[in-house]
């Protein structure tokens, strides 16, 4: 098969899965519904069963979907999502930690290196002054809820790398490693975007699936700013809210 054609194939494996993703949705389909057939699919997109067949597989990985033998696929129970209470006073850890639902940490990388523009901007250091790139995948039951950096100046966190097992988030390494005051939150950032590749493997998610970011630096007093932190969330299963007052 040429390159071509299996670019054919893909885009048509793609548009099975957002079509039936906006059938769920648009039909609010109720949990344990059952999805149209393989055969109406696959007349529907002019392909094939295995084309079919692996848009399906990938719903199923997603959660989406549950199939019974001989009877089909059926619309799964749907998550309820976490509502993150943005807290000044909080860091992204502390604040997953105060609800009683069963949060996961994964240490991706602990990278010293050389800082961005937007590094040095955001945490009003100067270009060469390295820093420490924290990068991890926080999870809900075991499913990848998101992608979060930290990005700390070296200065503050020495040999940070051999204190990150048991990873509790960076204010506790914060206040019981370094023994800082704690942080405060002093900018705020929300954005929606697209997953990028790497986001799609980690977080199990297709291509469409919005992406929910916030970014936030947290200073200390008589210190500066200390962390440059970006979380990249699942926009099915992550919803945002902010008060001010």
């Given at each position: 098969?040429?390159?071509?054609?299996?670019?054919?194939?893909?885009?048509?494996?793609?548009?099975?899965?957002?079509?039936?993703?906006?059938?769920?949705r648009?039909?609010?389909?109720?949990?344990?519904?059952k999805l149209?057939?393989?055969?109406?699919?696959?007349?529907?997109f002019?392909?094939?069963?295995?084309?079919?067949?692996?848009?399906?597989?990938?719903?199923?990985?997603?959660?989406?979907?549950?199939s019974?033998?001989?009877?089909?696929?059926?619309?799964?129970?749907?998550?309820?999502?976490?509502?993150y209470?943005?807290?000044?006073?909080?860091?992204?850890?502390e604040?997953?930690?105060?609800?009683?639902?069963?949060f996961?940490?994964?240490?991706?990388?602990?990278?010293?290196?050389?800082?961005?523009?937007?590094?040095?901007?955001?945490?009003?250091?100067?270009?060469?002054?390295?820093?420490?790139?924290?990068?991890?995948?926080?999870?809900?039951?075991?499913?990848?809820?998101?992608?979060?950096?930290?990005?700390?100046?070296?200065?503050?966190?020495?040999?940070?790398?051999?204190?990150?097992?048991?990873?509790?988030?960076?204010?506790?390494?914060?206040?019981?490693?370094?023994?800082?005051?704690?942080?405060?939150?002093t900018?705020?950032?929300l954005?929606?975007?697209?997953?990028?590749?790497?986001?799609?493997?980690?977080?199990?998610?297709?291509?469409?699936?919005?992406?929910?970011?916030?970014?936030?630096v947290?200073?200390?007093?008589?210190?500066?700013?200390?962390?440059?932190?970006?979380v990249?969330?699942?926009?099915?299963?992550?919803?945002?809210?902010?008060?001010?007052?």
């Amino acid at each position: 098969m040429n390159i071509e054609n299996n670019t054919n194939i893909e885009a048509t494996r793609r548009e099975i899965i957002s079509y039936i993703r906006s059938y769920i949705r648009e039909n609010e389909l109720k949990e344990n519904d059952k999805l149209p057939s393989e055969s109406f699919l696959t007349e529907a997109f002019s392909t094939n069963r295995n084309t079919v067949r692996s848009a399906l597989a990938t719903l199923k990985a997603q959660g989406i979907i549950y199939s019974q033998k001989g009877k089909g696929f059926f619309v799964s129970a749907r998550p309820q999502p976490l509502v993150y209470r943005h807290d000044n006073s909080l860091g992204f850890s502390e604040i997953l930690n105060n609800g009683t639902r069963n949060f996961g940490s994964i240490i991706l990388s602990v990278e010293l290196k050389s800082p961005t523009h937007k590094d040095c901007e955001m945490l009003k250091i100067a270009p060469g002054e390295p820093v420490y790139y924290l990068r991890q995948l926080r999870t809900i039951s075991g499913q990848g809820l998101a992608v979060c950096l930290s990005v700390i100046p070296a200065k503050f966190v020495p040999e940070l790398e051999k204190h990150t097992d048991n990873f509790k988030g960076t204010n506790n390494i914060f206040l019981n490693v370094y023994h800082f005051p704690h942080p405060v939150c002093t900018w705020v950032h929300l954005e929606a975007s697209l997953p990028t590749r790497k986001e799609i493997e980690l977080l199990n998610i297709s291509d469409n699936m919005p992406i929910l970011q916030q970014e936030n630096v947290f200073v200390v007093t008589d210190m500066g700013a200390i962390e440059y932190f970006k979380v990249r969330a699942r926009g099915d299963m992550f919803h945002f809210s902010m008060e001010f007052i």
